[in-house]
């Protein structure tokens, strides 16, 4: 199954590594209705909050993570939530 993920833009190491795994869409752009998980930097917290309130998705914070541990966690959230 082919996922879509809302990324911010700042994650481009994450973005290069999922580029070729997943559908990629900008957060800023995304319709969150639509898309199988976030990936956010986790930088701010009240986005953090605001996303795991309006969202039922998985929401990764890739803060202190790099673009590998960010796919084993996506992977995981997405294997979990669509069981």
């Given amino acids: ?3 879509t993920v809302a990324i911010e833009d700042n994650l481009t190491n994450v973005n ?3 580029d070729t795994k997943y ?3 900008k957060l800023k752009e995304a319709d969150l209705d639509n ?3 976030v ?3 986790g930088k ?3 986005v953090m909050d605001m996303m795991n309130t309006i969202t039922e998705v998985p ?3 890739a803060e202190g993570l790099n673009a590998s541990q960010v ?3 996506l992977n995981q959230k997405l294997n979990h939530y669509r069981s």
């Fill in 44 to 46: 701010d917290e009240n």
């Fill in 23 to 25: 559908s990629l869409v």
């Fill in 35 to 37: 898309v199988d998980a």
């Fill in 59 to 61: 929401v990764i914070n």
């Fill in 71 to 73: 796919e084993s966690a």
């Fill in 16 to 18: 290069q590594e999922l």
């Fill in 1 to 3: 199954m082919n996922y």
């Fill in 39 to 41: 990936i956010l930097n």
